[in-house]
């Protein structure tokens, strides 16, 4: 069982990299410090976009709009990080 706590521990804690640097990238590209003409930032940026959308896009229909600010990054990050402390406390 400690296995998959470790195993489970180590995917969300990917996932929320994977969140992270998908934010800093698309705030990159707005403010055109990189380029997605660049063939490796386009793939970076699509394989993150693919990644982390299907989650995002759910909390955005739930979250109001809130102008140009997007909150569903930090509300699944903390959603995240509160199923990961709750995992020991279930499967242990």
Known sequence: MQSLLWLLDTVI??????????????????????????RFVYMVGDFLYRMTEPALGRIRQVVPNLGGIDISPLILILGLAFVRRLLPEILL
């Open 13 to 38: 804690g990917l996932y929320i990299t994977a969140l992270i640097v998908s934010v800093v990238l698309s705030w990159l590209v707005a403010f055109n410090v990189v380029n997605t003409t660049n």
